[in-house]
T-cell receptor, first 114, second 110 residues
């Protein structure tokens, strides 16, 4: 059973471009969380999704950021018109269901905006 | 939003020493999770706690879910160099939201 897969591992974008980060949860997991981590800092919650639904997006900036978790395929975190301040590591975690509280993380995508 | 206060922020200890770190919150959580993150990697789940008062071990690691459901601690016994990393606590509430503490950076001197 493969773990949580994130790709790409590293992503370089110029200011103003779009960044698309993908997260394939563990098999059988229907809950996905996205977190952002700046160097030397902790994990900041961004968004919590279940299949086809956004449950909580209170940690996600209202402008330029969006997330989806379609019925088929990976969860996508999309950042439009990236700025230097978006440079960070973005992690996703998945869990099986609301009855199983364990959450497992991917290895992250390190976004660098130049 | 919910806040988790994790302490200490960093520790520099001698190999072989025991380590203790904790998390406190003003909110109640249904589950406490402890993770370790190595440089350049994602957090790895170490221990999950499901009931108030629960004490769980995983090798040299022991964690407890506080009786008030607002705190948890993690102990590492007889530390070794590979224990180096950042340890995060996380609390999960009834709405399945997972909130993280700020992390404890552990450094071990051989």
């Amino acid at each position: 059973n493969a773990g949580v897969m994130q790709n790409p591992r590293h992503l370089v974008r110029r200011r103003g471009q779009e960044a698309r980060l993908r997260c394939s949860p563990m098999k059988g997991h229907s809950h996905v969380y996205w977190y952002r981590q700046l160097p030397e800092e902790g994990l900041k919650f961004m968004v919590y999704l279940q299949k086809e639904n956004i449950i909580d997006e209170s940690g996600m900036p209202k402008e330029r950021f969006s997330a989806e978790f379609p019925k088929e395929g990976p969860s996508i975190l999309r950042i439009q018109q990236v700025v230097r301040g978006d440079s960070a590591a973005y992690f996703c975690a998945s869990s099986p269901s609301s009855n199983d509280p364990q959450a497992f993380f991917g290895q992250g995508t390190r976004l660098t905006v130049v | 939003g919910q806040q988790l206060n994790q302490s200490p922020q960093s520790m520099f200890i001698q190999e072989g020493e025991d380590v203790s770190m904790n998390c406190t919150s003003s909110s109640i959580f249904n589950t406490w999770l402890w993770y370790k993150q190595d440089p350049g990697e994602g957090p790895v789940l170490l221990i999950a706690l499901y009931k108030a008062g629960e004490l769980t071990s995983n090798g040299r690691l022991t964690a407890q879910f506080g009786i008030t459901r607002k705190d948890s601690f993690l102990n590492i016994s007889a530390s070794i160099p590979s224990d180096v990393g950042i340890y995060f606590c996380a609390g999960r509430n009834a709405g399945n939201m997972l909130t993280f503490g700020g992390g404890t950076r552990l450094m071990v001197k051989p």
